[in-house]
């Protein structure tokens, strides 16, 4: 008898759709594992900023970075369920913080499968179809990878 194979699935704001409808049609029995992950930057950025404009007496309450780190949860939360209910089946949830790239190659060690979608320009084939952060997990994730063209949604 095989071990259970388990396949991750890189949800992102743009092609969690593409990559769900993936891993229904091509990983119909496996173990399907959402991802989704909060860039700690922005949240950083906007603190940053807020202290930067007020100094030192600005009103921790008003700090803009606590809200968006707040807001930011319930969008992930909300974005991993629509994510389940389309996949319309049982699957792991998984809400990482941190660095994209990083969490997304740090989640794969150890699937059989990762599922990923383009996210740059359609009408541009070619490198620039790849983003940043996705150019780096296709090039660093120590497991196979299928890269799916996002659908319009």
């Not at 704001?13 to 594992?33: K, Q």
Request: glycine share 10%; net charge negative; aromatic share 4%.
């Amino acid at each position: 008898m095989t071990a259970p194979t388990t396949v991750l699935v890189w949800i992102t704001e743009s092609t969690w759709p593409a990559c769900v409808d993936a891993a229904r049609e091509r990983a119909p029995h496996d173990e399907v594992v959402l991802l989704h992950v909060s860039d700690d930057e922005v949240v950083a950025a906007a603190h940053d900023a807020y202290a930067g404009l007020l100094g030192r007496g600005g009103r921790p309450d008003r700090d803009p970075g606590g809200r968006l780190e707040a807001l930011s949860g319930v969008a992930a939360a909300d974005l991993l369920e629509a994510a389940a209910h389309r996949l319309g089946r049982p699957c792991e949830l998984l809400d990482h913080h941190g660095r994209v790239e990083d969490e997304v190659v740090r989640a794969a060690d150890g699937v059989d499968l990762l599922i990923c979608a383009r996210d740059g320009r359609i009408d541009r084939p070619g490198p620039h179809s790849l983003g940043r952060a996705t150019r780096f997990v296709v090039d660093h994730a120590r497991c196979p990878v299928l890269l799916v063209w996002p659908h319009g949604e």
